[in-house]
């Protein structure tokens, strides 16, 4: 296998009925990763160790925590929870201190998807395959929405 280009990290097994949207879009494209759960509060002395030896990955998921061990982009995926729909997720991620700077992005599926997408985009800054596929995604999906206009028209 080789050397993992993202890691993609969860708090918790539960987290992964979200995440597999990152890791389904990642495999699209061709992104090599790792994907751990790694609890901030149950095992952070793994979490850190992970964190540190992956500094050269970008990171998805336990944003504060992952942010305050590396310099590199942290792209924050707030998962939906049963008490406050992922409201809770989302400030604890969008509250983060100046100077640790995490990417945000919508709660549950649809977050876990455009942080994918942003990940395989800063990838595709320096791989041009990649910035060629995104482009290819990207009229790929404005075709299908232009068909079911026409469709519905």
Not at 45 to 69: Q, R, S, Y
Not at 120 to 143: I, M, T
């Amino acid at each position: 296998m080789r050397k993992p280009q993202v890691a993609v990290i969860m708090g918790s097994t539960s987290d992964l009925e979200t995440m597999k949207e990152t890791l389904g879009i990642l495999k699209y494209f061709g992104v090599s990763f790792m994907a751990r759960v790694l609890s901030a509060h149950r095992t952070p002395k793994e979490l850190e160790a992970f964190v540190v030896g992956m500094e050269h990955a970008g990171a998805t998921a336990l944003p504060g925590v992952v942010a305050a061990f590396t310099t590199r982009p942290v792209l924050g995926v707030p998962i939906e929870t049963r008490a406050l729909k992922g409201l809770d997720s989302l400030l604890s991620i969008v509250q983060m201190p100046a100077g640790i700077p995490v990417a945000t992005f919508a709660i549950g599926e649809a977050g876990a998807k455009n942080a994918a997408l942003f990940a395989v985009a800063l990838l595709g800054l320096e791989v041009r395959a990649l910035d060629k596929k995104v482009k290819r995604f990207r009229k790929k999906q404005a075709a299908a929405v232009r068909t079911k206009v026409r469709l519905k028209a």
